[in-house]
């Protein structure tokens, strides 16, 4: 279609192109005829005559001839009938002849009229018509050439961009909302493949926001678990073991047996499904960050009506101020909650405790003591699954996780109130790296070796 369409082109303009050839020999024809025109109005001397005739053309072919003034009038194309009428008429006529055409210009004097006759040959008029159309079709071929690679290099783009959008369709298919396409190729391809990323987009950001409802709605379950934990701790022994008792004492004990291994075994499962859905939101979402305070002073909100029914003194320090943390605010309140949550579970009713958020020196920690009987083993406590008091072992583990998460840590100690100190240590995302200073090592041992030549000059005490 691209050669029909050059073609198409080319050829009228290579017509066109003759005929401004023939038109532009014409013009040189009536040029010569007008030099001997204007010699026989000067004089018809047959001497002044030939040489102007000699002087229109070096060629003695094209050369014009002279009728109606005597002399030769040998060598012309030109019939009687066209003589005639030229001088009649007294106009100049163009006509086509066998060999080429022919030019007759009437020339009046005094009372005879000269016709001056030019003869143009076939092979003037057709000369450079063979370069002019190789030119032409030179210049076709690199036109076709020229949309041919044209075209080609269209299509590859458009077949790149539509394999490249059909990969990607299929990855997201399989799973892999991650996939992008860059918009290339013709307009409307460019306009699928924008489509195609805002799709996976709302794609991810549906999936992060089920995910987050999930894990949401088991964070939400925990906190009346933890009450009902309490409530059925607080029953009667389920200990059948020792001492006799009636079939419907025994059936009463390991009612509240199985009551208390359900809630711990639901515990457990809620923890891990909240570990499981945190770690899959925040590897689709990034990072994040979240007030430290604000959330704490959120939570506290719920623990305090807890702690109010159990009788626990408690207050919060340093949660007036914002502090930011490196982690998403979510998983910074399970985290929270867990460690809370253990002050309930293993501290008898009435036990004080405190909350407590500082920043200092590029960290953020969140402290929680408490008033009871302490760990015996803080490195055992804070290994998963592990715990001494009969649980799952989970609750530091979520804590321990979400601080490795921000680049921190977990500690347990003795507390002031004389019980347990856990201890979440979180990056600070606003710090200012330190500046090393390299000659701070230097410095100080010349600074020691100051100090220990001043004491040996000391006097030494009798």
Request: proline share 5%; hydrophobic share 45%; glycine share 8%.
């Amino acid at each position: 279609m691209c050669s029909l369409a050059a073609l198409a082109f080319l050829i009228p303009l290579g017509l066109t192109l003759g005929d401004q050839s023939r038109q532009e020999k014409l013009a040189d024809a009536a040029r010569r005829s007008a030099l001997v025109t204007g010699a026989l109005v000067a004089s018809t001397d047959p001497e002044v005559v030939r040489r102007a005739v000699t002087a229109s053309d070096e060629d003695p072919a094209l050369r014009p001839v002279v009728h109606g003034i005597g002399g030769d009038e040998s060598g012309g194309h030109a019939d009687a009938a066209a003589l005639t009428w030229a001088g009649t008429e007294r106009r100049s006529l163009v006509t086509d002849v066998p060999g080429g055409v022919l030019r007759l210009d009437p020339v009046v004097l005094g009372d005879t009229v000269a016709v001056v006759e030019v003869f143009v040959p076939d092979r003037v008029l057709d000369e450079g018509s063979g370069r002019r159309w190789l030119l032409l079709l030179t210049v076709a071929a690199a036109l076709v050439g020229a949309a041919v690679l044209v075209v080609d290099r269209a299509a590859a783009r458009t077949v790149d961009a539509t394999d490249e959008l059909v990969k990607a369709a299929l990855a997201v298919g399989d799973g892999d909302l991650g996939v992008r396409v860059e918009p290339t190729g013709p307009r409307e391809l460019a306009e699928a493949g924008h489509a195609f990323n805002r799709m996976a987009e709302r794609l991810v950001a549906l999936r992060a926001d089920e995910r987050e409802l999930v894990a949401d709605l088991s964070h939400r379950l925990r906190t009346p678990l933890t009450a009902l934990r309490l409530d059925a701790e607080a029953l009667e022994s389920d200990d059948t073991s020792i001492g006799t008792f009636s079939p419907a004492e025994l059936d009463r004990r390991r009612g509240i047996r199985r009551i208390r291994q359900a809630i711990v075994t639901l515990e457990g499962e809620v923890d891990q499904l909240i570990k499981t859905t945190r770690k899959a939101v925040s590897q689709e979402t990034g990072p994040a960050t979240c007030d430290v305070s604000e959330l704490v002073r959120e939570r506290m909100v719920f623990w305090s009506a807890l702690a109010g029914d159990q009788h626990r003194p408690h207050r919060v320090v340093g949660a007036q101020l914002r502090i930011p943390a490196p982690v998403p605010r979510a998983e910074l309140a399970a985290a929270l909650d867990a460690v809370i949550g253990n002050v309930f579970r293993y501290t008898p009713q009435g036990t004080a405790f405190e909350v407590a958020v500082s920043r200092r020196d590029g960290w953020v920690a969140i402290r929680v003591d408490d008033a009871g009987p302490g760990i015996a083993n803080p490195d055992r406590a804070l290994r998963r699954g592990a715990s001494d008091q009969g649980s799952t072992g989970l609750g530091l583990d979520i804590a321990r996780r979400v601080a490795l998460q921000a680049n921190g840590s977990v500690s347990i100690d003795r507390a002031r109130l004389g019980g347990a100190s856990v201890v979440m240590l979180l990056a600070d995302p606003e710090a200012t790296p330190r500046q090393v200073n390299r000659f701070g090592l230097v410095g100080r041992m010349a600074r020691d070796a100051r100090e220990q030549k001043t004491r040996r000059r000391l006097p030494r005490p009798r």
